[in-house]
C-alpha cells in the first residue's frame, strides 16, 4: 500500500482509540447526514451526486453475480 494509505489508515486508528469506537462511529454518521442532508448547496449536490453514482453501480452488476462457480 502507498503512503498516503498508510498515513489515513493510521489516522483513523488514532481517532478511534482517542474517541472511542461509539463516539467515532457517531461522528461518521453525523457527517453523513450532513452531507446528504445538505448543509451547503454543494454538499446537497455531492450527496446527490453520490447516491446516482452508487445507484449506477449496483444496477451494473448482474443479479446472478458471483453465483457463475
Do not use: H
Not at 23 to 36: H, M, W
Amino acid at each position: 500500500m502507498g503512503l498516503l494509505t498508510w498515513l489515513i489508515l493510521a489516522i483513523i486508528i488514532l481517532s478511534i482509540i482517542g474517541q472511542g469506537w461509539n463516539l467515532f462511529v457517531s461522528s461518521v454518521f453525523r457527517g453523513i447526514d450532513k452531507v446528504l442532508n445538505g448543509i451547503s448547496p454543494i454538499a446537497t449536490d455531492l450527496g446527490n451526486e453520490a447516491k446516482k453514482y452508487a445507484n449506477n453501480i449496483t444496477k451494473a452488476v448482474p443479479a446472478d453475480f458471483g453465483n457463475n462457480v
